[in-house]
């Protein structure tokens, strides 16, 4: 199995930046595609940003230019920076796994399997 903890939350102001950690442990041979995803309260979760083995990266239209996925294979932890934030970032994000798959919507949280608890980030205006 794989086990995803998250850290590096927090409350900002609007324009501020965080960034975003999420070390796995267990097994991953198989689990090449990772990805972040949000939820705000009272909304359904929705992708981020997504990275798989070879590196490639896809982000939701709200983030591009402003967030970057990246991932260190020798740590086995996968980061988000997320550059000036605004309000409407404000929400619990999470980091998933999942192993290869075809046909799928890499940013739809129904693609993962593995997931962890969450961190909470909060941008005020």
């Known amino acids: 199995q794989v086990q995803l903890v998250e850290s590096g939350g927090g409350s900002v102001q609007a324009g501020g930046s965080l960034r975003l950690s999420c070390a796995a442990s267990g097994s991953s041979s198989s689990t090449v595609y990772m990805a972040w995803f949000r939820q705000a309260s009272g909304k359904n979760r929705e992708g981020v940003a997504v990275?798989?083995?070879?590196?490639?990266?896809t982000y939701a239209d709200s983030v591009k230019g402003r967030f970057t996925i990246s991932r260190d294979v020798a740590k086995n932890t996968l980061y988000l920076q997320m550059n000036s934030l605004q309000p409407d970032d404000t929400g619990t994000y999470y980091c998933?796994?999942?192993?290869?798959?075809?046909?799928?919507?890499?940013?739809?949280?129904?693609?993962?399997?593995?997931w962890g608890q969450g961190t909470q980030v909060t941008v005020s205006s």
């Open positions: 998933s796994a999942s192993h290869e798959k075809y046909g799928v919507s890499w940013l739809s949280p129904g693609v993962y399997i593995y």
């Open positions: 990275m798989n083995h070879s590196g490639w990266s």
